[in-house]
C-alpha cells in the first residue's frame, strides 16, 4: 500500500498528544525526524495496521488537547497508524463530538432531546443562541451544539461543557438554570491554564479522597472554574440505600474510588465463587438464572455467552456496551459513577465464562466523570492483581481496555460498535454472521451491556436458582427504570419484575398535584407510547410485550397533560435523524421523510394523508433497514397514533404489525 | 468476482424454496445467485458483480419465511430448508419504497433499469412533495455529524449539489450518488488499493470524500477509473461522457462496443472501446475477463487519444504533433 499524505504538518501540542496515545514514534516512516538510516529500510505494513483500533484513541487524544483535529494533526495521526487519510477522514466525520473545523477549546453540549425539552430547555437554547450565536457557531470564547440525550434525565434539563487541555476538563449543569448554564458558558479567567493542583472532589465524598494517590485519568478532576460540583451520583437514585436493593445496594454506601468500600460491601466475592465453580459452573449458573440482556433486546445471556465459549476458533473477546445512549436512559452511568468496581468485577467474570483474555469496555463520549471512575478502577484492579496475569493467582488472565465513543448513538448497535472500536466508521453489520460467530476483529465475541453484567453478581452469590426466583417466570430478576419527565422523584428505581408502571410512578411520588398523565414512553425513542389510562401494565418483558409494546433499555418517561406530544415526535424523528449512519436507504432518507412529514402536521397539513404516508414509509424501515435504528425509527410515532389517537385515529388499537 | 478459481474442495449442496419451487445449489450461494441461475429477476443497484456486497441499497430484498425482517439478496445465503418469497406483498412495498425514497433525494435520470423498476413497484417518488434546491457546492461536504436544520416540510431533501469538476479526465456528480460504497470498495482494499475516497459525514449527510473535502488532484487519486467502471448510477463518468451529455451529443444507441487488448504493457488487459461517430469516447472492461475484473489502469482507461489523433489523414500526423 503505498499511501499518500497531506503536506500538513502536526503542532507541537497535536504530536504529543498523539503520541500520548502511540508512543513516540521510531522513524521517519512513521511520522518521527527522518534519519539517513530511515532510506535503507521500510516500515510500516501489517504492524502498524494492526494497530488501526487506535485510531479512535488517537483522534481523541487530539480532540481533548486542542479542541479540534487539524489537516496537520489527522495526518499525522495517519502517518503513525498507517492509514490512509481518506478512511480517517471518513472515521472522523463519523462522529459529533469530533471538530475538523476550528472552534474554541470549550463546548457546551445542551441536551434538547426528549426529556430535557419536557423540562424546558428550550428557553436555555434561546438563551445560548442569543449570547453565542446559532449552534454549531461559536463567539471565539465557547461553542455549543444541541445534543441528544445526555443522560441525566432525571435532572433534566441537562448540559454539559468540556475544556480541551492536556487534560481536558469537563463540568454539568442538571438542572441547568440559566445562571448555571452561563458559568459553563463563559470560558474561564484562567481558561488557557490547566490541569494543576488537586481541586475539590468531584465524585461528591469529600477530602478524604485527596489523600488517595489518584490514577491518572483522561479527564482532570477539577471541574471547569466557576461551575457548580456535579451532584452526587447516588442523588440518581431517590431510595438510594434501600434494604431490597440488589444491584443498587452499594450506590451511595461507597466511595466509588475506594477498592477496600467495595470489597467491605461484598465485592469480588462473586468472581472468586466464579473461580471456583469455573467456566462451565459459571456458564450453568447464568443460564440457570434465566437471565435476558438489559439493553433492549432481551436475548438470553446464558445462550449468548455458551455461543460464545464453545466457538473453536479465537481469541475470544468481551465488548461491554456502555453507550448508553437511548433518549431518557441513565441507568448503566448511575452504576458506572456510583458503583464501578461491580462492572469491573462482572466483565472479568463474564470474560473467564466465555474464555476471553480482553475486554473492552465501550464508553459513550458524554459520561466524564463515569470514565474517570471506570479507569481509576481499572488501574486499582490491576494493582491488587484483580485484572491482568493470574487474576487472584488462578492462571486466568484478563485485562479491560476502555474505548469511548465521540457521540454516535448508533455505535451502541451489537456490531457498529465492532467497526468503532476496530478503527473504522460506526456502522452496523448484517446479521448473519452473528457475533458470537464473527464478532470484534472477526472473532467469537459477547457483547452485554452494563446492567446485564452486573446482575451477574447477585446471580452467582444467590445461585441461579435462587435468582431465577425473583421476579415473574419469563422475567426474571431484578430490574432497573429510568424514571423521568412529570413524576414528582424522576430517578433510577429497582423493582423486583412484576411491578405495574402504576406501582412505579406511585414510587416516585405520582405527578404533582393537579397534572394528569397524558402519555407515557416506554423503552425509549425506539420504544413506545402507551395511555394515560394504561397504568396497569405489568412491567416485565412478557407484560410488555402482551399489551403491544417493550420495555426497551428501561425508559419510563411520563409525558404529563401540558406536554407536547407532536413536538416531542418531531424530536423523536429529529434524533432517528440525526442518529442514522446513513449506510441503507430506508433509514437514511426514511428517517427524513418521516421528520418532513411530521414537520408538515405540526404546522396543520391534512393529519390523515401525512399518517398513511408516515405508515408506509414506517413499513418500509421497519422491514428493510440493516439494523435495530432504522427498523425501530417509526415505533413511537406509530404508537402516538395508533394508541394515544394523536393524528385523529381512534386510540387503543394495539401498537402492532400495519397494514398500509 | 464472476469468474471463480475452483482450487476449493467440491461444496455440499443445499436444498431450499425460492417463490415455491425447489431449488438445489452449492452451499455458500446466495439467494441473488440462486435467483439469477433459475431466471428470477431482483433489482440490484448497490450490489457489484466484482465486489463483496454490501446491501446498503435494499432494493433487493427478499422475505425469509420465519424472519422478522426482510433481508437483502445479494449477501443472504441460502440455508438447507429455507423458503424465500421474492415477490410477497411485504417485497414489493419495501422495494417500492426504496426506489420513492431513492428516487426522491437523488437524481436517478443516468441510472439504467430504474424506469422500469419505478414502473413495476408503481413508485411515486413525488408524493413527499417538490424538491429542495440543490445546495451549494462545499455545503454538504462540511455538514457535521449529528446535526441538521430543520425545515418545515414543506420541500423533500435532496443531496443535490452542483457537480465536482477539478481534473480533465473524470466529473464527480454526487447529485446522483445513491452511497453504494462501491467506489469506495473499488479504489480501496478491494481492487486498487490507492484509498483515495471514503464515505464521510453520517446519515443522510454521509458523502462520498476525500480527506478533508480536497480536489482529487490533490488526493491519493491515481485516475484509474475503477470507481467509474462500478458506478451504478452516472455519478462519476468520463469527462468525455459528461461533457457530451452536457451538449446532448451523448447517444448509447450509436455507440458500439469493441472488446480488445491494450497495447500499453504486457498484462494483456481486455479493453471495451465504445466509440460514437468514430471517436472513442469511453473505456471499459469485461467484468468476466479472469485478467482485469473490469478493472484498468490510468493509460488503459483514458489513454485512447493518441489513436484518433491522426491530423491530416497521416497515420504519422500525431508524430508532427509536438504534443
Known amino acids: ?660 | 468476482m464472476t469468474v471463480p478459481v475452483h482450487l476449493a474442495p467440491p461444496k455440499r449442496l443445499i436444498d431450499a424454496t425460492i417463490d415455491g419451487e425447489e431449488v438445489r445449489v452449492p452451499e455458500g450461494t446466495t439467494v441473488l445467485d440462486a435467483c439469477s441461475a433459475s431466471g428470477t429477476e431482483i433489482p440490484t443497484l448497490c450490489y457489484g458483480d466484482t465486489l463483496a456486497p454490501r446491501n446498503a441499497c435494499r432494493v433487493c430484498v427478499v422475505e425469509v419465511e420465519g424472519a422478522r425482517t426482510l433481508a437483502p439478496a445479494c449477501s443472504r445465503k441460502l440455508e438447507p430448508g429455507m423458503s424465500v418469497n421474492t415477490d410477497s406483498e411485504r417485497v414489493r412495498h419495501s422495494r417500492k419504497l426504496v426506489l420513492e425514497l431513492l428516487g426522491s433525494s437523488v437524481d436517478l435520470s443516468t441510472t439504467p433499469r430504474v424506469p422500469e423498476w419505478m414502473e413495476r413497484y408503481e413508485a411515486e417518488p413525488g408524493r413527499f412533495g417538490p424538491r429542495s434546491e440543490p445546495a451549494p457546492l462545499g455545503e454538504r461536504d462540511a455538514r457535521r455529524a449529528g446535526e441538521h436544520e430543520a425545515g418545515d416540510g414543506s420541500v423533500a431533501a435532496t443531496v443535490e449539489q452542483p457537480p465536482k469538476i477539478d481534473n480533465d479526465l473524470y466529473v464527480r456528480d454526487y447529485s446522483k450518488c445513491i452511497m453504494c460504497y462501491k467506489c469506495v470498495d473499488a479504489c480501496g482494499d478491494q481492487w486498487q488499493n490507492s484509498f483515495a475516497i471514503g464515505v464521510a459525514g453520517r446519515g443522510f449527510d454521509a458523502r462520498i470524500s476525500t480527506e478533508h473535502d480536497a480536489p482529487l488532484t490533490d488526493s491519493a487519486c491515481v485516475y484509474c477509473g475503477n470507481c467509474i467502471e462500478v458506478c451504478p448510477t452516472g455519478a462519476l463518468s468520463f469527462a468525455t461522457e459528461f461533457d457530451m451529455r452536457q451538449a446532448g451529443t451523448w447517444d448509447e444507441s450509436a455507440q458500439t462496443e469493441t472488446t480488445t487488448i491494450c497495447t500499453y504493457c504486457g498484462v494483456g488487459c481486455n479493453l471495451t472501446l465504445h466509440v460514437q461517430e468514430n471517436e472513442i469516447v469511453k473505456v471499459t472492461s469485461p467484468h468476466d475477463n479472469p485478467v482485469t475484473h473490469g478493472n484498468l489502469c490510468i493509460k488503459g482507461r483514458f489513454g485512447f487519444q493518441h489513436v484518433q489523433r491522426r491530423g491530416e489523414g497521416s497515420a504519422r500526423g500525431a508524430e508532427k504533433d509536438p504534443l
Not at chain 1, 451520583?233 to 451511595?252: E, F, K, M, Q
Request: hydrophobic residues 40%; charged residues 25%.
Open chain 1, 1 to 660: 500500500m503505498d499511501l499518500r499524505f497531506l503536506d500538513e504538518t502536526p503542532n507541537e501540542a497535536e504530536r504529543e498528544a498523539v503520541d500520548s496515545v502511540l508512543g513516540p514514534p521510531e522513524s521517519g516512516w512513521d511520522g518521527g525526524t527522518r534519519l539517513d538510516t530511515d532510506l535503507r529500510y521500510a516500515r510500516g505494513g501489517h504492524a502498524a495496521r494492526d494497530r488501526r483500533d487506535l485510531l479512535l484513541p488517537a483522534l481523541h487524544a487530539v480532540n481533548d488537547r486542542v479542541g479540534w483535529i487539524s489537516p496537520g494533526a489527522l495526518d499525522h495521526v495517519c502517518r503513525r497508524l498507517t492509514i490512509p487519510p481518506a478512511e480517517a477522514y471518513a472515521v472522523a466525520s463519523f462522529y459529533a463530538m469530533f471538530a475538523l473545523q476550528e472552534r474554541p477549546r470549550r463546548v457546551v453540549h445542551l441536551c434538547t432531546d426528549i426529556a430535557c425539552a419536557a423540562k424546558g430547555s428550550e428557553p436555555l437554547r434561546d438563551r445560548l443562541a442569543e449570547r453565542h450565536g446559532p449552534p454549531g457557531g461559536h463567539d471565539g470564547e465557547v461553542a455549543w451544539h444541541e445534543s441528544p440525550c445526555l443522560g441525566m434525565c432525571e435532572r433534566a434539563p441537562a448540559a454539559l461543557a468540556i475544556e480541551a487541555g492536556t487534560r481536558p476538563r469537563s463540568a454539568v449543569a442538571a438542572p441547568a438554570t440559566p445562571e448555571a448554564l452561563d458559568a459553563l458558558a463563559e470560558a474561564a479567567p484562567d481558561g488557557h491554564a490547566n490541569g494543576h493542583g488537586p481541586g475539590p472532589a468531584a465524585n461528591g465524598h469529600g477530602p478524604s479522597d485527596r489523600d488517595r494517590p489518584a490514577a491518572l485519568t483522561t479527564f482532570d478532576e477539577t471541574p471547569l472554574a466557576g461551575s457548580h460540583p456535579e451532584p452526587d451520583p447516588a442523588d440518581a437514585v431517590p431510595d438510594a440505600g434501600s434494604p431490597d436493593h440488589v444491584l443498587l445496594r452499594r450506590i451511595g454506601r461507597v466511595d466509588p474510588l475506594s477498592l477496600d468500600d467495595y470489597r467491605a460491601e461484598g465485592g469480588y466475592s462473586a468472581l472468586r465463587e466464579a473461580l471456583r465453580l469455573g467456566p462451565a459452573g459459571v456458564l450453568r449458573e447464568v443460564s440457570d438464572s434465566g437471565l435476558v440482556g438489559r439493553g433492549g433486546a432481551a436475548f438470553p445471556t446464558g445462550r449468548k455467552w455458551q455461543a460464545t465459549a464453545s466457538r473453536p476458533d479465537g481469541p475470544h473477546y468481551l465488548v461491554c456496551n456502555a453507550d448508553e445512549s437511548e433518549p431518557g436512559t441513565f441507568k448503566d452511568r448511575v452504576i458506572m459513577e456510583g458503583d464501578p468496581f461491580s462492572l469491573i468485577e462482572a466483565m472479568t467474570i463474564a470474560g473467564y465464562a466465555i474464555g476471553a483474555r480482553t475486554g473492552y469496555l465501550y464508553i459513550r463520549g458524554e459520561y466524564p466523570r463515569a470514565l474517570r471512575h471506570l479507569e481509576n478502577a481499572i488501574t486499582v484492579a490491576r494493582e491488587r492483581d484483580l485484572l491482568g496475569d493470574d487474576v487472584l493467582g488462578s492462571g486466568f488472565s484478563f485485562d479491560i481496555e476502555i474505548r469511548r465513543g465521540a457521540g454516535a448513538y448508533i455505535c451502541g448497535e451489537e456490531t457498529a460498535i465492532f467497526g468503532s472500536i476496530e478503527g473504522e466508521r460506526g456502522e452496523p453489520r448484517t446479521k448473519p454472521p452473528f457475533p458470537v460467530e464473527k464478532g470484534l476483529f472477526g472473532k467469537p465475541t459477547a457483547v452485554n451491556n452494563v446492567e446485564t453484567l452486573v446482575n451477574v453478581l447477585p446471580i452467582l452469590l444467590m445461585g441461579g436458582p435462587a435468582y431465577a426466583a425473583v421476579g415473574t417466570e419469563g422475567s426474571t430478576g431484578p430490574k432497573l427504570f429510568c424514571l423521568s419527565g412529570g413524576v414528582r422523584r424522576p430517578g433510577l428505581y429497582e423493582l423486583p419484575f412484576g411491578a405495574t408502571l402504576r406501582d412505579l410512578i406511585e414510587a416516585a411520588g405520582g405527578v404533582p398535584e393537579g397534572r394528569g398523565i397524558q402519555a407515557v414512553l416506554l423503552g425509549g425513542a425506539a420504544g413506545a407510547f402507551v395511555r394515560g389510562d394504561e397504568l396497569d401494565i405489568p412491567l416485565t418483558f412478557e407484560g410488555a410485550r402482551a399489551a403491544g409494546t417493550t420495555l426497551g433499555s428501561g425508559v419510563v418517561l411520563v409525558l404529563d397533560d401540558t406536554a407536547d406530544l407532536v413536538a416531542t415526535l418531531v424530536r423523536v424523528a429529529a434524533f432517528f435523524r440525526d442518529e442514522s449512519c446513513g449506510q441503507c436507504v430506508p433509514c437514511r432518507v426514511g428517517t427524513v421523510r418521516q421528520e418532513e412529514s411530521l414537520l408538515r402536521i405540526s404546522r396543520g397539513a391534512d393529519a390523515g394523508s401525512e399518517v398513511a404516508l408516515l405508515r408506509e414509509v414506517g413499513q418500509a424501515m421497519r422491514d428493510a433497514s440493516i439494523c435495530g435504528l432504522g427498523q425501530t425509527a417509526w415505533n413511537a410515532v406509530e404508537s402516538a397514533v395508533d394508541r394515544l389517537g394523536l393524528f385523529g385515529a381512534a386510540p387503543g388499537a394495539p401498537a402492532g404489525k400495519q397494514t398500509s
